[in-house]
């Protein structure tokens, strides 16, 4: 959590791009796989979460041949499926991962409902903006089998929301 403009969706989309390529630098101290992975990765929005996580992670979303050009390089880039009904959307990616084989990450959104994040498992879940507390829940839910994680990126506009309050200590 952090106020606004400060660089957290590139901070967030800058550790989903090492995990999904496996390219980690040598000062990276965090989690690290060694095998591709199966994230997803979303916002408030299908609109959002293409203007900003797809932006960052994937390139300028209204110019294909930058594509490549954002934190997840060209090199690396793999088979890109469009949603429907949204123009300039991802629906899904895969990426190379230095390991071989490729990892996938899905592109997804807080309207969906929770019951477009159930069924997956997955390695990580990237949570760009402050999502509403079933969306969270099942998103943490995609990650149990494979002992993965989450990871959230917002600036707390609702206040002390249910999802804000789990993490600050009352006590304190």
């Known amino acids: 959590m952090a106020g606004n403009q400060l660089g957290k969706t590139f901070c967030g989309a800058a550790e989903a791009a090492m995990h999904l390529t496996g390219r980690y630098p040598d000062w990276w101290q965090g989690r690290r796989w060694n095998r591709p992975v199966r994230a997803w990765a979303g916002s408030v929005t299908s609109e959002v979460t293409r203007d900003s996580v797809q932006r960052n992670l994937i390139g300028n979303p209204r110019n ?34 230095e390991s071989g084989g490729q990892s996938s990450v899905g592109f997804k959104s807080y309207d969906q409902g929770r019951a477009k994040w159930q069924g997956e498992t997955l390695d990580f879940v990237w949570l760009d903006e402050e999502p509403p507390m079933d969306v969270y829940m099942e998103a943490l839910t995609r990650t149990n089998a494979t002992g993965g994680m989450l990871y959230m990126t917002f600036t707390p ?8 309050h789990m993490f600050l200590d009352e006590e304190a």
């Not at 009904?85 to 991802?90: E, L, S, T």
């Not at 506009?157 to 804000?164: K, T």
Request: net charge negative; proline share 5%.
């Open 64 to 97: 294909r041949e930058e594509w490549g050009e954002a934190l997840i390089p060209h090199d690396a880039l793999g088979r890109v499926t469009m949603r429907a009904g949204v123009p300039d959307a991802i629906d899904g990616a895969l990426v190379e991962h």
């Open 157 to 164: 506009l609702l206040g002390m929301s249910d999802v804000v």
